[in-house]
């Protein structure tokens, strides 16, 4: 027999899974020995059952009862009983934190009998009634489907009848006449009666939340928070306990620290002779924390006492709910509060020092995004702008800008040099140039998931979406928020981060992280402010222990020596195709352009020493480390102007009778003869090294020249060439040969031995599927995960992204964009597979990768996991990548169907 | 210690990896007790070591000069010696025939003395010197690298000074003073005395052989034939015999059956008094090989029971050559006969006739290729069209047409309704246009892998290449053939077949094997010609012992009843897209531009009954099988017009100070917005399906009511539904719920019990490797093998084939297109992958393939040994994929790197 229900005494916080984190949490508390009203879980696996099968388990209603008995004779009361009745709360409680999201039902046992038990005692009366008549109302709403409204309406009528302004100018008879016509509501809406036996209520509560899992907004917050649907939350049955019972009563919040800095001492609220939902609705002001030791000195002292023993257990910031009734204290909840992003480093830090934690413990408490998050430049907080809206903080960084209210209008003034951000009600495929021109995107609609949301994402752009305080009204070309009106051209401050847009231009203040690693992370002072320490010392850490190197993308000299000073260990990916443009594009026209060899050839020459300067200056930079320098990769007719643009200045002339200007005519012949459908699948990578001749040998010998001149100055150039979008052994090895014969070449040359690695993208799944046999011709393999998730999934980031990568979102179909976090089923796959018979065709193989990849968090523990060697990425992403590359070292991973 | 020489007494058929074609089949007529000059063998091993290694393996030398003792012993006489010499022939033998590709040296042994012992004899001074300075010229040109032409020049100049026409003019002492004259060449070209020593003649030719492995042509004409280039060559080592020794001499060749008919007989030609090069060469006329029973009935008899034996053995048609040396006949030569399409039916047929083969060995015997070639229309040949030219048969099939000479004139010609055929002295990715409106391509310049070859074969149209009989000449427009001048616009005949082409339009005739499967395949009486009944036969077993079932891709009620009378099981792709063309567009366009839901359902509302007609006729078509309906595919924008077009429209327009066309101006705006830079990766597919609201619903309830009326009817309709483009068994499994909701709807309308199953195309990377998750919501499988070739390799076939194809193809780096027959590495890979997880999770799960490899004989083998169910082709093709399909089920497989 499966076992649905476990008792508070049978649980522990490693049980999250099963009973849900409020249960495991309890659980975990009653162990520890601390005051908790009792109570059982129904696990999450009986919800799952529910779910899929449209009924529960069959033995669910047996073993709830069975622990219902216990947990009465424990009460020595019994639910329902008619004096000094038990009552319950039925509460969800899913195993990852879904606040608010799912259904509470409080009271439970009360009825027409009960509540005259529960009203025995001085004062209770109207306490008594009010919670009977809460407990219709919530029942009647959650569990029968009655709409709550029709309660409020009689309440307003009565009131009003009345002539009273809140509902406390009601009396215990008021209270008592309101409970009759909340029954009459529920009898003509549902055709039943509002049932008064306490077992049918508790069943009845008990499926309705499992079935408040899947409502529609529990279903789009677990989107957004990439929460898994198919989990089914726990219900936790408890013992209510009353803080609203007179002075010696009340209820509370504490953090067993200061959630911004980690410091310890008492933080959080106290609201007397309150339940716990008062204090979380605010409806009356609370007090410090500190104030309950002069209130209650015995109760604060055991709170204080709880919540040491909590530290010490937990070995973390705890964020805790209690109730105190009648001067008994109860602890309701407990869990690891959340923090903010300084704070995760703060607190830490602060944990290590107390000797809480180990380093390495420390470590696995912060990640990657935080520390993102420290690297942005923000707004300073001592400027005092106004705040006229706040939206959801979607993608984050600080901007600011002119409002613009199309695209077309963002792209004309960005082209006049001014900064815009284009504020729209919601944005659509349309919007993408004004996105493009725009230092941010607000919107006034849509939550993290919108069009808005992933495409600004996606290009690094802040964004602050869903900001309903606003009005957008482009037809007239403002805005209103609150109470402003802001017309086109008006200056604002957009905080990605926070979600908090302000009037005019916020003074930015760079980041301290960002000036920390910009200065070669070197080891702070005592001057050097507390948040920058905290920093150091994790990443101080993060390099003790990760096994991953950590490149960069960088294509230019000073991009070469930031991300060196970042702590890249060298460069995994130096694209040469930005050194064919600017004003080279010219030399670039000619090559593409020539009709004979001879042309050819010299536009090639004329590019020879401009491309050997380039690699000399990232050599230098680079001194001593390993500089990855990928052969020409895109379609030459990017290099080129654009087809449309040029057949449209063609056709206007000709329209007027003009020749059209040789040099548009000639371009437009060979742009329409390079013209390809998809561009993507087209001839790029290897296959133009293969078929444009002296390419790849000009390309090698700029590198080798490089290199010989490096090494003649006495520097250390270690050059490694990668041949991009290799499909095929073959590919490589007619390359290599070409590669070696102009390395031999050069040697010769200079009188300088130079030896460069060649390997080769593993980029299409080709490559992944026959990675032993290219690893006979590969020194070392580096994962283009950009195009590898392109052509395994079919779909080009560019084209997609903002077409349905929203929609997409929305539906449940990703959970992350893979183009943002490595797909493990299906790219991740075929990394496996590569790595794998890689390094059993060529043992000890190195093996990178130097798509976007490489610096997102979840993809490095992935990469970690997969037995890569290093990570590339861009450099203002290395010193997350290198936090996390400790991380992974360090967390247990689990490979969830990674597989081969 | 390897061995790498073996007698001829040694070998067997069955070692022609190793021994060469020529030496196993040497071995196999010593083994049969048949008369072959004594011989050995050098193995490809020895070949393939020298090449690596640039040494020959280190005992060669000695175990040659064993074997060649042996030999000696063997025939009384030594290499060399100047009585009586022995002398050798060295000739090549690849493991596959690869026909005057590689040297061959004959008369080794012959020096300055021993061409005095080969003299002796009535009548034999002449032949001997005459050998000896043939030995000199073959070998200085073969083995020392000197230029034939040098040799030729010193013959022309004495023929010249005799007066002398013929090389037979010239007498012993002319012959005499032409060796010396030889000598010196060789001696004034490498500084070296033409080698006197028999042993190093040997050694010498031997290794010489083993370099012509990588001569230029050998390395093409491999690439050609798919042989890969690191098998090596073997060496055959044997006794000279001659046929040029008088009337009781001469040499032959015999066929054991009509190469044409298959029937048994006496077939061959012999020259008197002659070597066998020489009836090669034809420098005389040969007489029929029956003449022999004349001339010497003795070795006639012997010949015939020679034949028979062989036959007997090799149960198939032997190509035999022969010399007979004074009266005593010698095998020297045989092979499996090559033949004509028609012919490996017919002698297919009558070995089974003769009970030689069983059906299934005759099946094995014959194949796909072979079919199609007997299905395409061919030129009559009773008509008398002047041929002007002869090619390379390039791409099959017969066409007529215009000569025109550029891309931009086929274009105009063929829009006026002209057929033509493009001629060019080459194509480049420039003429594609010109190709697609051409009926064929005649080029005077490249081979079987030449661009235009390439295409024509990729676009299924007629290419005859490499027409070195005609000289283009563009500007003029006109080309010259032998003496003929063939001006633009002259109508021409190509047959791709045969490479050949005529004068005027040569009257076609319709294949009769195509009216045989047009006619349903109906057992053929007697009066039918031969060739049909032995196709009959042949179709008879495949069916019988065929494991896969055979479905066509059709998209119309002809297409579907043309398919079914070829012998198709169902369809296995109907694609919906070619629907909405035609009249349709505006109803699509429509839809497109649908600014509101209102209307876009009015669109979809005008297409569906349109739509239903369309399903109702295939499902009565294929009535009682399956029909695969896959969902709309494309992208929408490929239903606009062009968005150039529109751009230069609009320009020109805007340049006169018009206004645009509203509707163009309104067109030119969606094209835009819906521009994707990789339509290939873009908003097509499922995605498509997700993301138009209605299109699914409009789709599905089409083919529904089609089922719900054709029922009515009284009839079997069958119609399954495919979902295009999946990625994730998500998309899989919102589209299936939209699918079964609109089931059950038109079920409740029409009263008829509506069931479709649904699947989903595995042609994305990513569905292949999640297959298994998508199997829990997909009821059938369908590879489509084009976009997995796509996708996995990472070029789509539109934009690489004619860009650099031929290319690839030239380097060897494909052996064949990938799109033609299936990948087996990485694309199979995957295709294994799906089958073995799809299965795991749904046993029994139905798969199929859908792609153009289902038309592919070589890729029917693989998908009968991957487990499919069921190959889809087009309805021409089904013949072939069902004739296949049986040959799969009997010939064993060797999987090479198939693997998961």
Request: with cysteine; glycine share 10%.
């Amino acid at each position: 027999m499966t076992r649905y229900v476990y008792d508070f005494t049978e649980g522990s916080r490693e049980m999250a899974d099963l009973l849900g984190g409020k249960g495991a949490n309890l659980a975990e508390m009653v162990r520890m020995g601390l005051p908790v009203p009792p109570g059982f879980t129904v696990t999450t696996e009986a919800c799952r059952v529910y779910l899929t099968t449209g009924v529960p388990p069959q033995d669910l209603g047996e073993q709830v009862a069975d622990h219902l008995k216990t947990l009465e004779r424990a009460a020595g009361r019994n639910l329902g009983q008619v004096d000094d009745p038990l009552l319950i709360s039925v509460r969800s409680g899913a195993p990852f934190s879904m606040p608010g999201m799912m259904e509470t039902i409080l009271d439970i046992g009360l009825n027409d009998y009960s509540v005259l038990g529960l009203a025995k005692g001085p004062g209770r009366e109207r306490f008594a009634w009010d919670s009977y008549r809460r407990l219709v109302q919530m029942f009647a709403g959650i569990v029968m489907g009655v709409d709550t409204a029709l309660f409020e309406d009689a309440l307003t009528a009565l009131k009003k009848q009345h002539r009273a302004s809140v509902d406390t100018d009601l009396d215990t008879c008021d209270l008592i006449r309101l409970v009759e016509t909340y029954k009459d509501i529920v009898l003509e809406a549902t055709g039943e009666e509002f049932p008064q036996e306490p077992a049918e209520q508790l069943e009845r509560a008990i499926l309705a939340v499992f079935d408040s899992w899947n409502t529609e907004r529990a279903r789009l917050y677990r989107r957004r928070e990439h929460i898994p649907d198919d989990l089914g939350t726990a219900v936790t049955i408890q013992i209510m306990v009353f803080g609203n019972l007179g002075a010696d009563s009340g209820s509370g919040v504490a953090f067993t620290r200061d959630p911004a800095t980690g410091a310890r001492g008492v933080y959080g609220d106290y609201l007397p002779n309150a339940q716990g939902e008062d204090v979380v609705a605010g409806i009356r002001n609370a007090v410090p924390l500190q104030e309950l030791q002069r209130l209650d000195p015995h109760s604060f002292a055991r709170l204080r006492d709880h919540m040491d023993k909590l530290e010490e257990h937990y070995r973390d910031l705890c964020d805790i709910e209690f109730t105190i009734e009648r001067g008994h204290l109860w602890m309701l909840q407990t869990r690891v509060g959340k923090r903010t992003a300084q704070a995760a480093f703060s607190i830490a830090s602060q944990l290590t020092f107390e000797g809480i934690l180990s380093p390495d413990q420390a470590l696995a408490r912060i990640d990657g995004e935080a520390l993102a998050h420290l690297m942005f430049p923000r707004f300073d907080t001592r400027a005092d702008n106004e705040e006229i809206a706040h939206g959801i903080p979607a993608s984050p960084g600080a901007a600011v800008g002119a409002v613009v209210f199309d695209s077309a209008e963002a792209v004309r003034r960005a082209g006049e040099g001014e900064k815009v951000v284009l504020v729209r009600q919601e944005t659509t495929p349309d919007d993408l140039p004004g996105m493009v021109a725009a230092q941010a995107v607000l919107t006034s609609r849509g939550g993290k998931t919108s069009h808005a949301a992933v495409v600004a994402r996606g290009m690094g752009k802040v964004c602050v979406c869903g900001a309903d305080d606003i009005t957008v009204n482009p037809r007239e070309r403002l805005f209103t928020a609150r109470d402003v009106t802001v017309p086109e051209g008006t200056v604002i401050s957009v905080d990605g981060s926070t979600g908090v847009v302000h009037l005019g231009a916020a003074p930015l203040i760079d980041s301290e992280i960002m000036r920390y690693f910009d200065g070669g992370g070197q080891p702070p002072t005592e001057q050097v402010p507390q948040p920058v320490r905290d920093v150091h010392q994790m990443m101080q850490r993060a390099d003790a222990v990760r096994r991953l190197e950590v490149r960069a993308n960088a294509d230019t000299p000073a991009d070469a020596a930031r991300a060196r000073r970042f702590g890249a260990q060298g460069i995994g990916l130096c694209r040469t195709e930005h050194m064919f443009l600017g004003d080279r594009r010219e030399l670039v026209e000619a090559m593409i352009l020539a009709r004979t060899d001879t042309d050819r050839d010299r536009a090639l020459q004329a590019l020879l020493p401009l491309q050997r300067e380039d690699f000399a200056g990232i050599l230098q930079a680079m001194d001593g480390l390993p500089v990855t320098i990928r052969l020409l990769d895109p379609p030459l007719h990017e290099f080129l102007p654009d087809r449309i643009e040029l057949a449209v200045r063609v056709a206007r002339d000709g329209a007027l009778g003009k020749a059209p200007e040789p040099r548009d005519a000639e371009l437009l012949a060979a742009v329409n003869r390079m013209h390809e459908e998809n561009p993507m699948l087209g001839l790029r990578g290897v296959r133009l090294g293969l078929v444009v001749p002296g390419l790849v040998a000009m390309q090698v010998r700029a590198i080798a020249e490089a290199v010989a001149q490096r090494t003649a100055a006495g520097g250390d150039p270690r050059a490694e060439i990668m041949v991009p979008l290799v499909d095929a052994v073959e590919e490589l090895h007619l390359v290599r040969h070409e590669v070696n014969r102009v390395l031999a070449e050069v040697s010769e040359e200079t009188g300088v031995h130079i030896q460069c690695p060649v390997g080769t993208m593993i980029e299409l799944p080709r490559a992944a599927l026959t990675a032993g046999k290219i690893a006979e011709d590969a020194e070392f393999f580096s994962f283009g995960t950009n195009d590898l998730t392109q052509t395994t999934w079919g779909f080009s980031r560019d084209d997609v992204e903002a077409a349905f990568f929203s929609a997409y979102l929305d539906k449940g179909i990703f959970q992350v964009s893979p183009f943002e976090t490595i797909d493990r089923d299906g790219v991740g796959r075929l990394v496996n597979i590569a790595v794998a018979e890689g390094r059993a065709a060529r043992p000890g193989l190195t093996i990178g990768v130097c798509g976007e990849h490489g610096g997102d968090p979840a993809s490095v523990h992935f990469f970690h996991h997969a037995g890569l060697d290093y990570v590339s990425c861009s450099p203002f992403r290395i010193p997350i990548a290198r936090l996390e590359a400790g991380r992974a070292a360090l967390i247990e991973y689990t490979p969830g169907s990674d597989s081969m």
